[in-house]
């Protein structure tokens, strides 16, 4: 008969063990508000948090909801979860208060976002290229006129009040098969975007300026907003889970259901389902 085990090795079997039946508290930490930004699926705050198509390119900074892409971080000022649109604020978008050169504006051509309802202005370009363009769209030359009121024109080398033929209109925009606005390609130094006119168009100083996008649900978003609207009116955080990104429902407590923060199946490591269960653990319950 063999001799037994050292106890030593024995200790350390139970051990290994002992920590593969233990549930482990989860480090996801889901917030329903980032900022004055009410987030709500399919958006998130941080890793495992809302829709896992969504993800990568939402996130909460700093109390500020931003859209990261190949080009830059974007700050997101408001959400319509009513029409799924969403607002952001280009960092070197020209308003009427501040005008600046701007590096291309751009988006993943992957991502679920698209352009939407939004009215490019692009400014200090060469009048001979805006003359020939196909995208300047000239019954909206007043817009140009309006915009190059705003004394911010100084400080894009221009003079007060400038031709408009160095402006051009571009809506609806389309990007081009890098994601991104071209301005250089145009010739053009930068940009602005209108989403609302304020009720009077030749008054820049009351337009609404930011660029709306569009965002598109997946089959796995559809089937999922039932269970994420439940999660939500119990007072939980739509959020998933690995293997699989399975649904999970953060509730407050550091406690994840994969039904809602009212259901008795709570625990202190995420609880999901997914289209591949999670792997069954081959040591014995201790």
């Known amino acids: ?5 050292p106890l030593h090795t024995s200790t350390n079997y139970f051990m290994i063990l002992l920590l593969a039946s233990t549930p482990t508290t989860s480090t996801t930490v889901c917030h ?3 900022g004055s930004i009410q987030v709500k699926y399919p958006f998130g705050t941080g890793p495992g948090c809302g829709s896992p198509l969504f993800n990568p390119y939402i996130t909460c900074t700093l109390n500020q909801l931003i859209l990261k892409t190949h080009k830059t971080a974007y700050p997101i000022t408001s959400i319509s979860y009513p029409t799924s649109t969403l607002i952001l604020a280009p960092p070197y978008m020209s308003t ?3 005008m600046q050169t701007s590096p291309n504006f751009g988006l993943d051509l992957t991502s679920p976002f698209q352009i939407t309802s939004s009215t490019f202005i692009l ?3 060469q009048p001979f290229i805006i003359k020939n363009s196909p995208i300047c769209d000239t019954s909206f030359d007043y817009l140009c006129a309006s915009i190059y009121s705003c004394p911010a024109v ?6 007060l009040f400038p031709p408009t033929n160095t402006c051009c209109v571009y809506s609806p925009a389309n990007l081009d098969g890098e994601g991104e606005l071209n301005l250089r390609g145009n010739d053009c130094g930068g940009y602005s975007s209108v989403v609302s006119l304020g009720g009077n168009p030749t008054d820049p100083t009351h337009w609404v300026y930011g660029v709306a996008l569009k965002y598109s649900h ?3 978003d559809n089937f999922v907003t039932p269970k994420c609207t439940s999660c939500e009116s119990s007072g939980g955080v739509c959020g998933f889970a690995a293997p699989g990104n399975g649904f999970a429902c953060v509730c407050e407590g550091g ?18 389902e997914s289209i591949s269960p999670p792997p069954m653990s081959t040591s014995g319950r201790i």
Do not use: H, I, K, V
């Not at 008969?1 to 085990?5: C, E, F, K, R, V």
């Not at 100084?154 to 003079?159: E, I």
């Not at 259901?263 to 609880?271: A, F, G, H, P, T």
């Open 1 to 5: 008969m063999a001799p037994p085990p």
């Open 32 to 34: 329903d508000t980032c």
């Open 96 to 98: 009427c208060t501040t």
């Open 123 to 125: 400014l200090f370009c």
């Open 154 to 159: 100084l400080s894009l080398g221009m003079p």
């Open 218 to 220: 997946s089959a796995f």
């Open 255 to 272: 406690f994840n259901t994969s039904l809602d923060c009212s259901s008795n199946d709570q625990n202190e490591d995420y609880l999901w």
